[in-house]
């Protein structure tokens, strides 16, 4: 069989890995659409093949000022960096502007490395001081990028804001996540835990021909699979933390 290359296709390589057709699977299709959604969410939040880095730029309007926030595309999932503003301290008569200039010229001398290394680190210390950085806060469920500033004086309408963040991946854009050997995995042991939970209910029975049921089995075979998964995942594919803020 080819490998899986849309949702259908993974569904049903997962019920031919359980046995399908030979044995009945005894798992709702309702069932199998819920796991496979779990699964593609776990593969989202912890697995780097998942997500993208992405570079976005938005366009201000008045109702960006006037709310104080931009709205980021849906599947965004963090976001590390908002791009400082340029504030105007190029403008020979503005404080920060004289201070930065006088501080330059006094520190002039032979124009070593040394010396133009130190002039840099220094003047980047006075432009974190005279144009720190903006306190930003992205929330996932509305979508809502925050910008700590007094968004009237320091941006325009018409302007550009530039964000970094993290952008899930979609599997019918990108139809090779279907075939990922740990996703596949892990919809089948979440489906097989889910047949097993199915059959738990009618554990002890005895059916025509000696055959017993046996789903607490089945449960608890799928349960340390599916944990042996999720700690690989985590273990060497997860993103390091501090790649997700905001």
């Given at each position: 069989?080819?490998?899986?290359?849309?949702?259908?296709?993974?569904?049903?390589?997962?019920?031919?890995?359980?046995?399908?057709?030979v044995i009945d699977i005894n798992v709702e299709d309702s069932q199998v659409e819920d796991r496979l959604d779990d699964a593609l969410q776990f593969f989202?939040?912890?697995?780097?093949?998942?997500?993208?880095?992405?570079?976005?730029?938005?366009?201000i309007t008045d109702t960006d000022i006037s709310n104080g926030y931009?709205?980021?595309?849906?599947?965004?999932?963090?976001?590390?960096?908002?791009?400082?503003?340029?504030?105007?301290?190029?403008?020979?008569?503005?404080?920060?502007y004289q201070m930065a200039l006088n501080d330059f010229?006094?520190?002039?001398?032979?124009g070593s490395v040394q010396e133009y290394a130190q002039t840099r680190s220094?003047?980047?210390?006075?432009?974190?001081?005279?144009?720190?950085?903006?306190?930003?806060?992205?929330?996932?469920?509305?979508?809502?990028?925050?910008?700590d500033m007094k968004w009237s004086e320091i941006v325009n309408a018409g302007e550009?804001?530039?964000?970094?963040?993290?952008?899930?991946?979609?599997p019918n854009t990108y139809p090779e996540i279907y075939d990922d050997r740990?996703?596949?995995?892990?919809?089948t042991a979440l489906v097989k835990r889910q047949w097993g939970q199915n059959l738990s209910k009618f554990?002890?029975?005895?059916?025509?021909?000696g055959v017993t049921f046996n789903g607490g089995e089945i449960y608890s075979q799928a349960d340390e699979e599916v944990k042996k998964i999720e700690e690989e995942v985590e273990l060497k594919y997860e993103l390091p933390t501090d790649f997700f803020t905001g």
């Open positions: 069989m080819a490998s899986p290359a849309s949702r259908q296709d993974l569904k049903d390589y997962v019920l031919r890995r359980l046995g399908h057709p989202a939040e912890y697995h780097f093949d998942g997500v993208e880095r992405v570079y976005n730029k938005h366009l931009i709205t980021v595309p849906d599947g965004v999932m963090s976001v590390i960096q908002v791009y400082r503003f340029d504030e105007g301290t190029t403008n020979m008569f503005d404080v920060r010229f006094d520190m002039s001398g032979s220094y003047i980047n210390m006075l432009n974190d001081m005279l144009n720190p950085e903006r306190m930003t806060r992205f929330h996932r469920v509305t979508n809502r990028l925050y910008i550009y804001i530039v964000y970094e963040g993290w952008k899930i991946l979609d740990l996703l596949k995995e892990y919809v554990d002890g029975i005895q059916l025509p021909g």
